[in-house]
């Protein structure tokens, strides 16, 4: 691999993500081998907000793989969180573990502590900007349960507009060929414009779609997400919509034999108890091939060469970062860099356009 | 073992328990051999309530058989608590892990999620209605302490009517020939009816007592419990009681050279602590007989065959369970099943009777 | 070792200091050699209020030594802090694991649970009364960046008054030959009366400061310590002297091209994060020596000879403690004894002054 943190699913190659995920599957079949793989390394997982599945996923890859973990998962009673910079506890715990996964809600902020960090670093969600592990969870699943990440019809259906997870999926899907996306949901809901654009540049063929259950029967692959009450404005149109993209028994009748049914869970009421036996059904199997994918992630970060991050950007004398989440207004040493897009200047850390 | 869950300690037969007891007996005379039993092997302690000294005492069990933990402890920060059916945190904890110890408030609620774990699952107490391991913690006291689980005069004193401990010791220890029971307390905390029942159905002789120094000098066991202030009407009621149920070194003076004493911990004042160096005091070493009993029963449990629980009973059109702690009000997909018992229904999960 | 506790670093022989300091040399030269050292062993760390940096410290040198690791870290959620005796949790715990580390805010309650403690037990602060494995920490930092502990000039700069980490290294060191401290603060925070006799005894040569800059040029060792806003009587007061005490680039420039900046960690703003990158500035490193100190002194304290510790000390008829943060205050069982110092009576456990 080039780069020994994962920040960014964007930032790793299609080869090297593909070589991750010939290593979940050798994993998989022979998880015997890897038994003592990590004997003797230690992890630290801080999470900065609490996400218990998230970190007893990314615990349990690295036990499986014989190594150790030590960690928060309290901000409120993680002192090392209080009063003290990013940058010292990342500069302190490099000091004490071969590996850092860490939980932020600061956005930008993983990016900003692989600067600092002297061992590899793995981005588990910096606030609603990034959450690469969940989409290499995503394409682990896809690639052994279709045999490859090519040529699927793939449904995504729920909340397209918020959805981190559903984006960094198209983006990373859309470079594989013959894939073809149906965007189900309400026009409130849709895929923001920028997302639009990814698409159209890939090339892949997509379509909208205001109903699952016209849409299912095309379908290889349905990626469910939850919709939130919040998003509407008003309770009203919440409740007249949320039955549309509720899978239930009478809608997985309609669909191919060999679709499967994809969520990133936790769900909440957007598939039905019932469907869950249902062999089609493959959210709760998707969770344990999130294991796998760590395991093949915290082996290729320990064999990978370690060495800081250097982020991509230049400073604009004066200008700061206009997003008040950006780790760069929480954590005053980190420099404010910035990279072109289109003629327009992105903060490197959080990847919000600066205004004029 | 004829099932691979331990949901409540009624289900497991007695030879089955006598060969756990001998296991655990085996483990603390040559805990060497026992080092790497577990090796690979990934406990998830789920504590959806707080209780550190169960916590511990099964996390160290397994470490000290080689293997690891996860889990979380803390309601407030487990997200994967929240917004989640138990079913649906269960099937993803079974991916990760070999076995599963939960502890949670809903009564009924281990055997519920037993339905649905693809490991075998250990009820670490289910709120007030079940907590078999405390009473194994109990039998391997007092079979390695005794030699035997017979012939035994037994004083329970204290709360003999809230107990759970108390009572499933009671209908363990009467299945036993040989032991006498001697229930010592107030009226007011008296064993409640149906446990009566057992005792008579089993055939063991029993008495009542009010009073701990009159009875003291006939045991061979003398287990002590906690009394509850708010049990009583009055403050002054409870003040003018609790004395006589304080183990003292004077009415130590009164008991059997050979007499033991057990308590579940944590004592508050009931014991006073002149008596912790007496050396039949064994309630310290019954909490280290408890890490070699869940070493023993983890042993067992891994070594069964894992499938689903499928508890006793059927629906009965329209019923519900009234107990609305009971698990089937909280979790809307559990079936309601409920088993007969006397003429009368009762529910499945949390043992409550249906009222007509 | 003479003891198998550590409580107070004082108890320790300079001798054996000595020998855990070497011990810590060699493992961070040769970490391999003691991956297994502690292979089946477990570690309770008791931390009745959180202190994250500190546990993970002790947790990453448990496990780097082969070791396992149970316990909380949550007051609020430590049931078995709840309502229970500091003696019986220790009594349950020294049943399950091989050492405890325990940090309380009780003073003295260190040295009352090594009474009850059937295993090893180290003190990781009770309190603001004592905090051995900081001090060993700055001891194996000093020794090995330094090349031994004597002939020094050491500045102490900040919060003279209410450190104990300061007051116990300089107790420490003064036992050194040829070792020279400045004490760089306030008059308001300056060094108090029984250390300032502390120094007078042991016959090191010292002299006071109000300027780090006048005095950084003269230093082998800066030891710099927080300032906190709450010990000045105003807010302008605070905001007027701060920035005396505040170590930037510009200082450093004044400083010997061999000083060494130490900091326990975590920092304010006492250092500007420019002269992390000057590499005479060991805070972070220190970290990194904390956690082989641990190392060997586990090691040291495994092999040791357990017994429980007899406090030095006597009953005074009706005597007690005034110090309301004392543990005989809060644990009733632990006796009342005092030591005489110069005449005076003083607390075994907290070390007060007993007032006639």
Tied chains: 1, 2, 3.
């Excluded at 040529?151 to 198209?170: A, E, P, Q």
């Excluded at 997302?195 to 029967?217: H, N, Q, T, W």
């Excluded at 998003?231 to 007249?240: D, I, N």
């Amino acid at each position: 691999m080039q780069t020994h943190n994962l920040i960014d699913l964007g930032d790793i190659s299609k080869a090297d993500l593909d070589e991750i995920i010939r290593l979940a599957a050798m994993i998989k079949a022979n998880p015997s081998i890897f038994t003592d793989a990590c004997h003797g390394k230690i992890m630290a997982t801080l999470f900065y907000e609490p996400s218990t599945r998230t970190q007893m996923s990314f615990q349990t890859a690295m036990l499986r793989l014989g190594g150790q973990i030590i960690g928060f998962d309290n901000p409120s009673n993680a002192s090392v969180a209080k009063g003290e910079s990013l940058k010292d506890t990342i500069r302190v715990v490099s000091g004490y573990a071969d590996v850092i996964v860490m939980r932020n809600p600061v956005e930008g902020s993983a990016l900003a502590a692989s600067m600092y960090s002297e061992v590899p670093l793995i981005n588990a969600g910096d606030g609603g900007h990034l959450h690469p592990t969940q989409t290499l969870t995503d394409l682990v699943t896809l690639s052994a349960e279709k045999g490859s990440l090519e040529n699927m019809t793939i449904g995504l259906c729920g909340d397209m507009k918020n959805g981190r997870t559903v984006h960094s999926l198209i983006k990373t899907l859309s470079k594989y060929k013959g894939n073809k996306f149906i965007l189900i949901s309400t026009p409130e809901l849709q895929l923001p414009p920028y997302m639009l654009d990814v698409l159209r540049e890939s090339g892949c063929p997509y379509s909208f779609s205001d109903s699952l259950e016209k849409s299912i029967a095309e379908l290889d692959v349905l990626y469910m997400t939850r919709i939130q009450q919040e998003r509407f404005r008003t309770a009203e149109e919440y409740e007249a919509q949320k039955g549309i993209y509720v899978l239930d028994k009478a809608k997985m009748a309609l669909a191919k034999p060999d679709l499967i049914v994809l969520h990133p869970l936790p769900r909440v009421d957007e598939i039905t108890v019932e469907v869950d036996d249902d062999p089609r059904a493959k959210y709760f199997a998707q969770a344990e091939y999130g294991m796998y994918a760590r395991m093949a992630l915290i082996i290729t970060m320990l064999t990978g060469k370690a060495d800081q991050d250097v982020p991509n950007g230049k400073v604009l004398d004066g200008r700061c970062c206009q997003n008040p989440r950006c780790v760069t207004r929480s954590e005053g040493y980190v420099p404010h860099l910035f990279y072109e897009k289109g003629g327009r200047s992105v903060c490197s850390f959080c990847d919000s356009l600066l205004e004029e």
